[in-house]
């Protein structure tokens, strides 16, 4: 591991079990450099999708689910700031420095069960201790290195 730890490049398997901060404030940087805040709330006013059926499979302690996730999907968020087709990429990235890369690719394809930007776990807004704001990629079932808890920051490139 270098001490140069690059949060789209996870070196550990082992989930942090911890929130690691109470501000749920999150950003978004656009394509042109620009930052923006947004809130859980601000994500409560855009087009709701639910995603049944989802695990979270951890290779260090089982899989756990089905849950049903609910939330923006990330394809509906990032229309909603970014109008423009130039972008290919969003970097998700957690508070505690966990993330992962979505491709447009990706996003366009999963329409049957798409990457959200979740808020809701079985009706219920997530708790902190759950992750607040979550990354669910429903087709990725391996390990759980796509499904980013504590949200915090979204890279559109
Ligand atoms: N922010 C963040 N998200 C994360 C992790 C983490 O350490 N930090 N660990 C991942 C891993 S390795 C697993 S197995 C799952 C665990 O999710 P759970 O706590 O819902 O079981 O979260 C994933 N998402
Ligand atoms: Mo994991």
């Not at 490049?9 to 929130?19: L, R």
């Not at 656009?30 to 006013?45: A, E, K, T, V």
């Not at 695990?55 to 700031?81: E, N, W």
Request: overall charge negative.
């Amino acid at each position: 591991m270098s001490d140069t730890h690059d949060p789209l490049q996870p070196h550990s398997h082992e989930p942090n079990p911890a929130p690691p901060t109470t501000d749920p404030t999150m950003k978004v940087t656009m394509p042109n450099g620009r930052i923006q805040p947004f809130s859980p709330d601000d994500l409560h006013q855009l087009p709701y999708t639910a995603v049944a059926n989802c695990y979270i499979v951890s290779t260090g302690h089982g899989t756990s689910g089905p849950f049903t996730f609910g939330g923006v999907t990330l394809l509906d968020f990032v229309r909603q700031l970014e109008p423009s087709d130039d972008w290919q990429t969003v970097a998700v990235i957690s508070a505690d420095g966990f993330g992962n890369r979505v491709y447009r690719h990706e996003l366009e394809a999963e329409t049957r069960r798409p990457i959200l930007l979740a808020y809701n776990l079985d009706d219920s807004l997530m708790s902190r201790q759950q992750g607040l704001v979550r990354l669910i990629v429903p087709s990725e079932t391996e390990d759980a290195l796509r499904q980013v808890k504590w949200v915090e920051h979204l890279k559109i490139s």
